[in-house]
Protein backbone atom coordinates (compact mmCIF):
# COMPACT_ATOMS: atom_id res chain seq x y z
CA UNK A 1 0.00 0.00 0.00
CA UNK A 2 1.17 3.02 -0.95
CA UNK A 3 0.18 5.64 1.99
CA UNK A 4 3.12 7.85 2.32
CA UNK A 5 3.37 11.15 0.06
CA UNK A 6 6.51 13.00 -0.24
CA UNK A 7 5.99 16.96 1.28
CA UNK A 8 8.49 18.00 -1.59
CA UNK A 9 7.13 16.15 -4.44
CA UNK A 10 3.58 14.82 -3.66
CA UNK A 11 4.65 11.35 -4.89
CA UNK A 12 2.58 8.77 -3.22
CA UNK A 13 5.36 5.90 -1.70
CA UNK A 14 5.44 2.75 1.00
CA UNK A 15 5.76 3.59 4.30
CA UNK A 16 8.81 2.05 4.65
CA UNK A 17 10.34 3.78 1.99
CA UNK A 18 10.26 7.34 4.02
CA UNK A 19 13.47 9.52 4.34
CA UNK A 20 13.39 12.18 6.88
CA UNK A 21 16.27 14.83 7.27
CA UNK A 22 17.04 12.58 10.63
CA UNK A 23 18.95 10.50 8.02
CA UNK A 24 21.53 14.00 8.38
CA UNK A 25 22.51 12.43 11.55
CA UNK A 26 24.82 9.93 10.04
CA UNK A 27 26.93 12.71 8.06
CA UNK A 28 30.24 14.13 8.61
CA UNK A 29 30.00 17.51 7.64
CA UNK A 30 27.80 19.81 8.03
CA UNK A 31 26.82 18.53 11.66
CA UNK A 32 23.38 17.54 12.25
CA UNK A 33 22.44 21.02 14.42
CA UNK A 34 23.92 23.18 11.05
CA UNK A 35 21.72 21.53 9.23
CA UNK A 36 18.74 21.11 11.05
CA UNK A 37 18.87 25.09 11.17
CA UNK A 38 19.74 25.37 7.63
CA UNK A 39 16.15 23.08 6.90
CA UNK A 40 14.29 24.88 9.36
CA UNK A 41 14.83 28.27 7.41
CA UNK A 42 13.32 25.55 4.58
CA UNK A 43 10.26 25.25 6.99
CA UNK A 44 11.18 21.30 7.44
CA UNK A 45 11.17 19.61 10.29
CA UNK A 46 12.66 16.27 11.71
CA UNK A 47 9.06 14.55 11.22
CA UNK A 48 8.38 15.37 7.34
CA UNK A 49 8.51 12.67 5.05
CA UNK A 50 10.71 12.49 1.98
CA UNK A 51 11.06 9.87 -0.72
CA UNK A 52 14.47 9.05 -1.52
CA UNK A 53 15.52 11.01 -4.58
CA UNK A 54 13.82 14.15 -2.91
CA UNK A 55 16.05 13.60 0.66
CA UNK A 56 19.29 13.50 -1.75
CA UNK A 57 18.23 16.50 -3.30
CA UNK A 58 18.59 18.07 -0.12
CA UNK A 59 21.53 16.33 1.22
CA UNK A 60 23.79 18.03 -1.94
CA UNK A 61 22.02 21.48 -1.36
CA UNK A 62 22.36 21.65 2.20
CA UNK A 63 26.10 20.55 1.51
CA UNK A 64 26.67 22.98 -1.40
CA UNK A 65 25.14 26.14 1.40
CA UNK A 66 27.81 24.78 3.70
CA UNK A 67 30.53 25.09 1.46
CA UNK A 68 29.84 28.22 0.53
CA UNK A 69 29.44 29.31 3.96
CA UNK A 70 32.46 28.10 5.55
ZN1 LIG B 1 9.80 13.43 -3.28
Known amino acids: MK ?4 TKC ?3 FQEKE ?3 IQQFQYRQVPSYKWSIEFFKKLEIDEWD ?3 E ?3 MEYSEQS ?3 WEESK
Open 18 to 20: IFT
Open 63 to 65: KKK
Open 10 to 12: LKK
Open 3 to 6: NAQC
Open 53 to 55: NCL
Open 49 to 51: SFC
